[in-house]
């Protein structure tokens, strides 16, 4: 199950209980109170009653458990509307749209119960005025209680589920009541949700190629940054190229891992080979462990892996680079010849490609290990990979590129900005620009223009390049 689903899961059962028990205590309330004023209540309104104590109290439950879903970012906010959206599109995980839609499916309850239970709120506007007064007061209380971020999204969101289901509340009591025009009315925005997602979703996979995980979301506001440009911008063409390494899907990676494990000596039976490991797939990643001595994680977009052997008592030392390829090769990993190499210190080193273009193939990458003093590999992270183009694409001037940097419209602009307004820093110098390649969510490695920043202790952030 994925990892995400399963925590949510783990959150319902913790609340179920407490729920549960204030919805019968709820119900049993509005009963008495009734039977109390001598006014018959039906057993449906009591249901939806003790439906709706329960409701509040598992979504109260979910939303300000410090260590629940809102625990992330506590204390923070965003007042960037539609930004959980873009992020979204940009990673393109499981996980990631989960946030919005929950958030959207949390709250369609109330929109349901609340005409059923009292007639004021059979219009529109009630019922909006409901989803957002309560979804108001809750990232109210999460910032305050710092048991979350406020967020204005959640807002959104929230207030989208509570219309989403009074409209297909009032879709029902409208055809009950043999009035088929206002329920056609009250079925466009489900209708026209649905098509949205799904075209979200239609339109990701038609398009050729991927989203850059982490391109901006939004515009950072640097307006009153002052800029200096100490670096010549590089010479680019119209056109860059668009390059392809192929995603894995499971069973490739799962014979990738099983491979890997077997150069190793990971302990096998011969009749099937079973590797003694567990195998957990979380969005585009498969982790493979055996919680000892062996760790595999394998992305799939990109096939990049981390492996760990999970010592890390011993004592690290430096190898020349011939060395540590042969080193290597017993894992399988082989480094290219036009990358360069460097010693990070603490038994780190790396081999690194920006983006050498060599005819029609492209090296991208690092490839980072770590060495014991006895000279053994006790960690790697290869991202580095070499990759055949697939298509020549238009490219935005260096110049262009300049100027959306300093609109703030560039990678890890969110820090940037903070930066740049927590320490006043009003000047910002740009030390160096490069065309490099990153790998979006498809496997295919984008062209991008990188900007380093020193002043300001940025290793680099980069603009997309492609128009």
């Not at 506590?74 to 539609?82: K, Q, T």
């Not at 490991?277 to 595999?296: A, K, V």
Request: glycine residues 8%; hydrophobic residues 45%; proline residues 4%.
């Amino acid at each position: 199950m994925h990892d995400f689903i399963h925590t949510i899961f783990y959150l319902l059962k913790n609340v179920a209980g407490i729920a549960v028990l204030v919805a019968v205590l709820g119900g049993a309330a509005a009963v008495l109170c009734f039977k109390l004023r001598k006014r018959p209540i039906s057993r449906g309104k009591a249901a939806a009653f003790a439906l709706l104590c329960g409701w509040l109290t598992a979504m109260l439950g979910l939303t300000l458990r410090r260590m629940g879903i809102g625990g992330i970012g506590a204390g923070g906010y965003n007042f960037h509307l539609f930004r959980a959206f873009r992020e979204a599109w940009n990673r393109f995980s499981l996980q990631i749209w989960l946030n919005p839609l929950l958030n959207t499916a949390m709250f369609m309850p109330l929109g349901v119960l609340l005409p059923l239970l009292w007639r004021p709120f059979r219009r529109w506007y009630a019922a909006l005025a409901a989803g957002l007064g309560l979804s108001l007061a809750v990232e109210v209380v999460q910032y305050v209680g710092a048991l979350g971020m406020a967020d204005v999204d959640d807002l959104f969101c929230n207030a989208l589920g509570t219309m989403v289901g009074w409209c297909l509340c009032m879709v029902v009591l409208y055809l009950m009541d043999k009035k088929p025009a206002p329920a056609v009315a009250c079925a466009a925005l489900p209708v026209l949700a649905a098509a949205v997602l799904g075209g979200t979703f239609a339109a990701y996979c038609l398009q050729p190629y991927g989203n850059l995980a982490d391109a901006p979301v939004y515009d950072a506001d640097l307006s009153g940054a002052a800029w200096t440009l100490d670096c010549e911008l590089p010479s680019v063409g119209e056109t860059a190229g668009v390059y392809h390494l192929g995603a894995y899907d499971r069973a490739a990676c799962d014979a990738f891992a099983y491979e890997f494990a077997r150069r190793l000596g990971v302990d096998t039976e011969n009749d099937p080979p079973r590797y003694y490991f567990d195998t957990d797939y979380y969005d585009g990643t498969s982790i493979y462990s055996n919680h000892s001595d062996f760790y595999l994680s394998v992305e799939l977009a990109d096939r990049s892996f981390r492996y760990d052997r999970y010592r890390h008592d011993e004592h690290y030392g430096e190898l020349s680079e011939a060395e540590l390829r042969e080193k290597l090769a017993p894992f399988g990993v082989e480094a290219p010849d036009r990358v360069t190499f460097g010693y990070e210190g603490d038994g780190w080193h790396k081999f690194e490609a920006a983006g050498d273009v060599k005819g029609d193939a492209l090296t991208a990458g690092t490839l980072r290990c770590r060495v014991t003093d006895a000279g053994e590999i006790t960690e790697i992270e290869n991202s580095l990979a070499v990759c055949e183009l697939a298509k020549q694409e238009a490219v935005l001037s260096p110049e262009e590129a300049y100027r959306r940097l300093r609109q703030g419209r560039c990678s890890d602009n969110e820090y940037l900005e903070h930066w740049a307004r927590e320490y006043a820093h009003d000047h910002i110098r740009v030390t160096s620009c490069a065309l490099e390649y990153r790998a979006d969510t498809k496997g295919f490695y984008q062209p991008v223009y990188a900007f380093s920043m020193e002043d300001l202790g940025f290793d680099s952030v980069y603009v997309p390049a492609l128009k």
